[in-house]
């Protein structure tokens, strides 16, 4: 296998996100001032449960948040990382109340033998375990995995989701604070217990030489690579095939 080049430029931070599959860095007041302005200009009135701007199927929510998020995170992308760009903007909110996400891993968004997709979530206030925020699997980004993207996707380790609930841990994070992920890394989030709704802003990386490439799973289990332009997930909802 080549081995695939450093997407941050902390060593320490690298080190981490390589061993563990994430990391927590901080994130200025600048880029947080600038997604509060932006989730607060383009809110849908109406939240309900969990909802990914990324996700949704109609309206102008989807579009504003990927061009939006992605302006507005453009010096902490620069200050962070390698040389890379940014393919998906999203507010990811969860509504106070029982919502759970399961742990799961994110699309491989480009050929995962040369290159890491790296996501980012970052809250727009504290975010602790009775908030429902992030939690991951230590090293779970070298686990084996299968092509992850649309259409009928194999879930590998649907069996043993109770072990994988187990070996979640929560990373809390402060205002001002990100936790950076490999696309690999199985992660979800816990119920709110509070009394208002958690709002993140999130990205995903992936370095300015690499493809985007949607994966799209048929039924007979035969995958469809597609190469796609860097704005395919403001004009179609993620699990959509371009």
């Not at 199927?57 to 939006?68: M, V």
């Not at 999203?90 to 890491?116: C, I, L, S, Y």
Request: overall charge negative; proline content about 8%; some cysteine.
């Amino acid at each position: 296998m080549v081995s695939r080049p450093p997407s941050l430029r902390d060593p320490a931070r690298q080190r981490e996100l390589a061993e563990d599959g994430f990391c927590v860095v901080e994130v200025s007041e600048d880029v947080l001032a600038g997604l509060e302005a932006l989730y607060r200009r383009i809110r849908p009135d109406v939240l309900e449960g969990f909802t990914a701007s990324i996700q949704v199927e109609h309206g102008s929510y989807r579009h504003d948040a990927h061009h939006g998020v992605r302006a507005a995170t453009k010096a902490m992308v620069s200050e962070l990382f390698t040389d890379h760009r940014v393919v998906a903007g999203n507010f990811v909110v969860k509504q106070p109340g029982p919502w759970v996400v399961e742990p799961h891993q994110d699309f491989d968004f480009t050929d995962e033998k040369r290159w890491a997709a790296v996501l980012a979530w970052i809250p727009l206030h504290d975010a602790d375990e009775s908030a429902g925020c992030l939690t991951a699997i230590r090293g779970s980004h070298l686990w084996p995995t299968l092509p992850r993207g649309s259409g009928d996707h194999r879930f590998p380790y649907g069996g043993e989701m109770d072990r994988l609930r187990d070996l979640a841990v929560p990373v809390p994070l402060r205002r001002g604070q990100a936790v950076l992920y490999d696309a690999r890394t199985f992660h979800g989030s816990g119920p709110n217990l509070g009394d208002r709704e958690r709002a993140a802003g999130a990205f995903a990386v992936i370095p300015r030489e690499a493809p985007l490439l949607h994966h799209h799973v048929n039924p007979d289990d035969t995958v469809t690579v597609v190469a796609v332009d860097d704005d395919v997930y403001a004009d179609t909802p993620f699990h959509g095939y371009p």
